[in-house]
């Protein structure tokens, strides 16, 4: 193994740290979730209360650090969840890698997402983002030139917001 | 649909012009691999034999551009398949989401990678990446700072550095 190949375990507790301050030390092997929606990484850790509504699961998979300033990992969200308004300084990637959820840019319609689906939040730009009432959530995020800033958190989506579909 | 919500499509020849000037336009919805690899995209373009030996097929995920600086897609490599060598000016991020595969580093043992793993490139280090001689790989590939340039190609892999495993 050489001094390149990455960690998740490692570097999980950073991105975790510096993308959420997830104060929750849960971690589990478990490699699929409860509602059929298939796992690639281990659901990590689950994200505080204050940042998200119901549980959403964050694994880092990427620290930040000054060479590829770029932050990587996954989330899961179990139905219903999804995070709070939150902007991006630099924006952020979204890799849906399985199940159907749900995406907000401000001032536009809610999206539903689903597997193989990409979306881009462009930088400053107020967004949420989680699962379907029904079906979970997995999605990858990249947070690109990380020497912008992470995340900036902000209000919880309501549960009108949440089911507006328009 | 808002403007923000990436079709695949829409990028895919974008990507693949990018990164790897592919020269088939074979597109396929295919979504499982023959050799029971599972995929969570389309396999997309089938990369030039100058780069590559054997099958390696590239989907756009992510294409270029000034605000993200950032580059990602999915390759899927059949068996026995791989890149040449090659170097990216800003480094290069893979996260392997099935089968299995090898990475290496100049300089540095070949290493196996699978499901799950993820694996950095630093800046102007030359490596290659393909598939194990009899499971196939899937792997996103993500290149930040796309400013300094994407990726410059080396010789093929030969046969005896491929099935060296030291």
């Known amino acids: 193994m050489n001094r390149h190949r990455i960690s998740a375990a490692s570097v999980a507790a950073f991105a975790f740290a510096a993308l959420f301050t997830f ?14 929606v298939e796992a690639i990484f281990p659901k990590g850790e689950l994200g505080p ?40 300084p630099a924006g952020q990637i979204l890799i849906i890698t399985d199940g159907v959820g749900y995406h907000q840019l401000e001032g536009q319609p809610r999206q539903t997402i689903k597997k193989g689906d990409v979306v881009k939040c462009p930088p400053n730009v107020r967004h949420w983002h ?34 507006n579909a328009k």
């Open 49 to 88: 209360a204050k940042n998200f509504t119901g549980n959403a699961w964050n694994y880092g998979l990427v620290e930040n650090d000054s060479i590829f300033t770029t932050l990587v990992g996954n989330v899961y969200f179990e139905p219903g969840a999804r995070s709070n308004w939150h902007t991006h």
């Open 23 to 36: 104060s929750c030390n849960e971690q589990t092997s478990k490699k699929t979730a409860n509602d059929g």
């Open 130 to 163: 989680g699962a379907s009432p029904d079906t979970g959530l997995q999605q990858l995020y990249i947070i690109p030139n990380t020497e912008k800033g992470i995340v900036e958190w902000r209000q919880p989506v309501t549960d009108e917001e949440y089911n």
